[in-house]
């Protein structure tokens, strides 16, 4: 037999406030009438606790409940806060013997969060049953009719609530740091996951980016980025229109950021040292860079046998004598800081180019009825279109490099994950039965980058084909599921994959390369610019051609960051020059 639910009115909580009008208000509002008021409470119901165990669940519009650990959490600690709307109905149909139960109209999250959290009672707000002039003469219309406001109001109570912004949660978390409250302590009473209270109280020590988050509606990530290049407003700018515009681009964006504003803090320091010396430092706006070439392209003057070198100890009295900050990578050293000494004009200063350009014996074609202007100017823009190819070069290299930091960082969310992506096993045999250079190499080596990813550590070289000792990756497989075995193979698909990728393979992209970033793309990752032209037949022409050093015809004005650098590091350019 079903008994009345025990219900205990309350009085310590009340109609929400800010829907009751002030005492003093009310007596003076024009047209407010008290006993009116007074006399239809009955319309608002009756606010009471019940056990959340003896409530009964109606049919509700939402067929799925997530009840997420934080959201179950925070009722545990401080209740169910708001209400859950019930109204009374007869248990037995047609019995009159007083006993009912509370059936929940609006609020099914919130019981089934109370009944797991294990709470004795919760709010309840006990609204008045419709008329029952038709339930009688015509129950079906009643029920019809019943059944139509339980799906509006469920529906209305969902569709029209607004969740609070981004930018207003940062708000609320720095006023309760400035209330003397830890990221620690906001995350454990708010029960709002740790990685995210890290990102909102790092906003909220940051006035600029909460400024540009709630003019522009950003989100937390979006956000947390501008508030790291806060004190710099170009950063800000381009940012915040990345975020806007292209917002799949903001973290390469950010990345190149980072690595620009790392080289040059890493360039300051040897840029203040040559200062120090009388040495002039040559940026990209400063006057002399268009006609500046380095001294390792020069000899002392035209009269030197070819080939001649000249010393930055030679060149130091030379009024165009100047140094460039570059940065160079070394695999064991990695990114350094190094100068590259310059001449900032040296056809005025006498100086010829170190190398002869050996002779053809034929003239180079020339249009006919061309005159000298026109050649002078045509040779300016063949000049100039092979700086400008020079230039593409260096900012996609560079840019390669950043994507690859952000590429690295997915595969690693995409290895933690419990499952692998739709399609991941066909895949997987796809590529070993196609057995690539990059695979074989990875399988015979150890995949050292598969570990790293994984964290599973890093092999040394001591899980090789040869080594006899088995890889963590294999012992990982055994002891876990076949879900996450199948992710173990994809991480070592992908990471042999992606370990046989360089700056290279922008503009020169093997097949498996190619189906390595579609494969990627199609699984969500945003591909940066410059890895949007592996899958690009007609990349850039003018960039395939070879940028080591090499002689240039005489009187060539080259650009100071086009020359100088030893082969693989030539496109390493100085931080002056972003």
Partial sequence: MTTEPTIEATTEATVGTDD???????????????????????????????????????????TEVQLDPHFCASVRDRGVREPISVYRRNDRDGADDGVSVLVVRKGQRRT????????????????????????????????????????IDQLTENQHRADISDAEQVTAHQHLLGLGMSAAQIARTTRTPAKRVRQTTAVAGSARAIEVGARYD??????????????????????????????HQLAHVAQRLRDTRAERVLCAELEDELREDGVTVLGRDDAGHDTAMTLARLRPNLDDPSGTELTEDAHRDCPGHAA?????????????????????????????????????????????????EQRQAREDREREAAREARRTVIANNKAWESAQVVRRDWLRELFARKAAPKGAAIFVAAEFAQGDHDLR?????????????????????????????????????????AARATMLALALVLAAYEDGTSRDSWRNPTPATRRYFAQLRDWGYALADVEQLVLTDDATDDATEDTTDAPKGAGDAVDVNEQGAPEGEEDSEAAAFG
């Fill in 441 to 481: 190499r990875a399988m015979e080596s150890g995949n050292d980058l598969a570990l790293t990813l994984l964290g599973l550590g890093d092999s040394g070289g001591g899980y090789g084909y040869y080594s006899g000792r088995p890889s963590p990756v294999a012992e990982a497989a055994r002891s876990g599921s």
């Fill in 324 to 372: 460039t900050v570059t940065v160079r990578f070394d695999f064991d050293q990695g990114k350094t800081a190094h100068t590259l000494w310059v001449c900032t004009d040296p056809a005025t200063h006498g100086h010829a180019e170190r190398y002869d350009r050996p002779s053809s014996g034929q003239k180079p074609a020339v249009p006919v009825g061309e005159t000298d």
């Fill in 20 to 62: 009751q009008p002030d005492s003093e208000f009310a007596t003076t509002r024009p047209g407010f009438d008290t006993s009116e008021a007074l006399s239809t409470l009955d319309q608002l119901g009756e606010l009471a606790w019940a056990d959340p165990a003896e409530l009964v669940l109606e049919v509700n519009t939402r």
């Fill in 112 to 151: 089934l969060a109370a009944l797991k959290a294990s709470l004795a009672r919760v709010r309840v707000l006990i609204e008045p049953q419709p008329t029952t002039g038709d339930i009688d003469t015509e129950p079906e219309r009643a029920r019809r009719a019943h059944d139509a406001e339980r799906i």
């Fill in 218 to 247: 950003l989100d937390l990530v979006q956000m947390s980025v501008i508030a790291e290049f806060s004190d710099d407003d170009e950063a800000v700018a381009r940012l915040t229109e990345t975020a806007l515009q292209r917002p």
